[in-house]
């Protein structure tokens, strides 16, 4: 029986296709990140699949077909043909571009940049990208005259050593304290995904690689973009009205969804008001203080996250945003970009995300603004 890949190389030796043409888009605008991802078990299609390698250089197609297994060869494929039409959609200097035409680069640390032509010869891409994977996932951010990481985690990820033992070889010593103060073995592991996921990001956006700038060297810290903070339940006063700011009506819902649930989070009552700027604001009255995990939810709504030196807490990367949020519901995702370079890098203006699943050639779908893109933590505005 041939294998999955020996039946794609057959059906290429007796047939040729050319790719569909895809509508230009505009380009991201500054502080803007497009992430589109592919969901690998929805492609089912042998001949779309032989479509897709003909894209590839013949370097990517030696790439997949080395790899161990159907799934892998699978992947690889859909992963380098994701960042090839992508890419694509875009016209820089009003350029079609075709995917197959698109060539690649590594920085000195290895990381995949595009290489770009002008009529004056080789220059520096406007265009950034990076690209992250799972088993069931794969997705690309981009970005235009900023630096970007991202990285995707399985929210059911498992952890196979002792969590803060893992956590005190490879985090900070507060990243260590913050998770030790989690008695909940469940949320202590979310906890830990999400910061992982936070700091993977960021060091995939410097573009320096892991031994460049160990996970030890860096505190990811959460903290309360709008309000008076309260990581912590002893920081709510019961019976006193807390204004909360959403980024956007989704998320204002989805804190009104538990507010009125039938569960209460021991929250008394809440009023929804229209702000500029897109803006909304709730008021919440606590009975009682919360449990620790509940107030996390909430503070997470309108947050900030931000990166300091480990030996100098003193010193914060001011020029990087983070996003972190939920994806697809099976996913935790972090996008850290670099700030634009004309405005002031002390401002926290929020991230742009705008997020579709695609399956190249065939069809797009946006789900920014939907319960597929469930923000976290960061100043994310959705488009």
Known sequence: MFSFMQ????????????????????????????LWFVVPDEFKSVSLLNQYMELLSPCEKENVLSMRGEQLQKSALLAR????TTIARYQINNRVVDPRSLKFKR??????????ESDGGQCPSPLHFNISHTSSLIACGVTVNSS???????????????????????FSLHEVEHLSAISDSEVQRQEFVKLWTLKEAY???????FSAAPFKTFTIRIKNAFRRGFDHADDIESGVCHKIQMANVNEMNHLS??????LCFEIYAANKERLPGKRYSISVIFLSKPMINVSFKLCNQA??????????????????????????????????????KASDAGMSAPMRLTV???????????FSGTDAVVPIAGLIEQF
Not at 81 to 84: D, E, F, I, K
Not at 153 to 165: C, F, G, S, T
Not at 312 to 336: K, T
Request: charged residues 25%.
């Open 148 to 170: 970007i990481g991202i990285d995707i985690e399985e929210k059911q990820r498992k952890i196979k050593n002792n969590i803060l033992a893992f956590a005190r070889r490879y």
């Open 303 to 340: 947050s900030e996250v931000v990166v300091e030196s480990s030996d100098h807490p003193e010193r914060l990367a001011n020029n990087w945003q983070f996003g972190l949020f939920e994806l697809a519901s099976s996913h935790y995702a972090a996008v850290c970009m670099e700030k634009d």
């Open 107 to 116: 920085n000195v640390h290895g990381k995949p940049e595009l290489e770009w």
């Open 203 to 209: 060091v995939k956006a410097l573009g320096r690689g």
């Open 257 to 262: 969804s538990l507010v009125s649930s039938s």
């Open 356 to 366: 579709r699943k695609t399956i190249p050639f065939v069809e797009d779908e946006c």
């Open 81 to 84: 043909t994701l960042v090839r």
């Open 7 to 34: 039946k794609m190389l057959r059906f290429q030796r007796s047939f040729s296709v050319s790719p569909f043409p895809t509508p230009p888009l505009q380009l991201p605008s500054p502080m803007e990140t497009h």
